[in-house]
């Protein structure tokens, strides 16, 4: 059974030839159960969060993950940002490794690869102290980072950058705190610290699920202003196919696909939401209202089981097969590889692509229909 996945790398808006940030083989798994309940049970509860993925991440670049909740997504864009250290596998910045670098180990520092890796978290109100004002919050990574400037330089540029994204008057908005500012408001301040640090690739978790549906676009359309202006790459978590169309869309970037902790689909926008190989994302996208123009209220959803399995024990196989309309015996014993049948860029871990393929003469699972057409996956 081949394990053994290609780097991802597809419909890029690359500023270089070398990534920025690259992942080899990662793994990360957590154990569930404490020391004790381990020892009791004889049995270990361990989470496959991401396994096995190989990514780059370019200069000016734009990843958007989509997928279910508890998929992985997060857990993958922390291990890219070097916020989560990995089980197995590699993570490097402009070829360093990032836990050597924490080692004292290699040509680049560990504070420098830091500075360059920033989060805007879900809930920006959460990441803000609530008992200090916009300017004191701010304050606090130049005074770590940049000593060389005086209070006056720091209030400077905090307020030119407050004035960047829109909040003016800037030295009202640097007086207030947080209970004082929407919850846009709140995430372009959470915007503003991550870029001080002129960062190199920030990962945006769900920086706009819980905003009105209204702000939404205004804030994607802010990220891309200020990526053309700082130059910096965005990883973007999301749940909602459409929003991480419109940003891949329009940066010109890609949308990878996850399900239960693997990479199954990678791939321009185009690629993803007009011809998807995966059958997950085919379902992802029927589920997508303004992607599916065609999708009658009483259609039923092109997967078998709408239950995600237990990702402590996830299928062997193919861990969509358990769900999948398509899926044949040989889905259940061999793991497909994410890879291009026609060996180009928009990658997907599916035998179907494979016109040759086992997988045609394999016999179709019981409740799954062979003679179901594409047409109903592909509305």
């Known amino acids: 059974m081949s394990t053994e996945q290609p780097a991802a790398r597809s419909g890029s808006r690359a500023g270089s030839d070398e990534p920025v940030i690259s992942l080899t083989d990662v793994e990360v798994h957590f154990d569930t159960q404490s020391y004790l309940r381990k020892l009791l049970s004889k049995q270990d509860r361990v989470v496959r969060a991401v396994d096995n993925i190989s990514l780059d991440i370019y ?7 989509v997928g279910e909740s508890g998929c992985g997504k997060t857990t993958l864009g922390k291990t890219v940002i070097g916020a989560q250290r990995p089980t ?8 360093q490794d990032i836990w ?5 180990k290699g040509d680049i520092p560990f504070e420098k690869i830091r500075r360059s890796l920033q989060i805007i978290h879900q809930d920006p109100g959460s990441s803000l102290n609530p008992n200090h004002t916009v300017m004191s919050t701010l304050s606090v990574p130049l005074q770590r980072w940049h000593d060389d400037l005086n209070a006056e330089d720091r209030e400077a540029r905090i307020l030119n950058m407050l004035e960047t994204v829109g909040m003016t008057p ?7 705190y947080p209970h004082q500012l929407s919850g846009g408001e709140q995430q372009r301040v959470a915007m503003v610290r991550a870029l001080l640090m002129n960062p190199d690739v920030i990962l945006a978790d769900e920086a706009v699920s819980a905003l009105d549906v209204s702000l939404r676009i205004e804030m994607m359309d802010l990220m891309l202003d200020l990526q053309d202006q700082f130059n910096t790459s965005f990883v973007f978590v999301a749940h909602d196919l459409s929003n991480a169309r419109y940003l891949a869309e329009k940066a010109g970037g890609r ?3 996850m399900y239960l902790g693997e990479l199954v689909e990678i791939g321009s926008v185009r690629e993803i939401a007009d011809e998807p190989k995966h059958p997950y994302t085919k379902t992802l996208r029927w589920a997508t209202p ?9 259609d ?16 062997s196989g193919c861990r969509f097969h358990t769900r999948c309309p398509k899926a044949r015996e040989v889905c259940t014993d061999v793991t497909p590889n994410l890879t291009d049948a026609e060996g180009g860029d928009h990658l997907a871990a ?16 019981p409740g799954t229909d062979p003679t179901l057409d594409d047409d109903r996956l592909d509305a």
Do not use: T
């Open 59 to 65: 200069e000016n670049d734009v990843v958007a993950l």
């Open 88 to 95: 197995d596998g590699s993570v490097k910045y402009r070829g």
């Open 100 to 104: 050597e670098a924490k080692k004292g």
């Open 170 to 176: 800037a030295g009202d908005y640097a007086k207030r």
């Open 255 to 257: 949308i990878g696909v």
């Open 290 to 298: 303004s992607m599916n123009p065609n999708k009658n209220a009483g």
């Open 300 to 315: 039923e959803p092109p997967v078998r089981n709408i239950d995600i399995p237990d990702p402590v024990n996830p299928p």
């Open 350 to 365: 599916c035998f179907r692509q494979f016109d040759d393929h086992a997988y045609w003469n394999s016999d179709p699972l």
